[in-house]
């Protein structure tokens, strides 16, 4: 079900994510599931993996989406 409530989470989905270790600040993919400290060398975890789809999923569709279409593309040319 697309409500108006999903569409704008899309629009705010925020283009990068920040992650804080070992007192540096670092900008990472809202996609990547792990962040691994440059510092320290630790293993975070960023995305959950609940049963329930999340906004990143939603993104993952579509770019995958538009990966398939950009094979097709690549054939057609
Ligand atoms: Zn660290």
Redesign the pocket.
């Known amino acids: 079900m697309i409500t108006d409530e999903l569409l704008d989470a899309i629009r705010d989905f925020p283009v990068k994510r920040e992650v804080e270790?070992?007192g540096d600040v670092h900008n990472v993919s809202p996609f990547d599931f792990y962040f691994d400290?440059p510092?320290?060398g630790?293993k975070i975890k960023l995305r959950a993996f609940s049963g329930s789809p999340e906004i990143e999923d939603v993104f993952d569709a579509v770019l995958a989406w538009m990966h398939r279409a950009a094979e097709v593309q690549k054939c057609v040319r």
């Open positions: 270790h070992c400290c510092a320290c630790v």
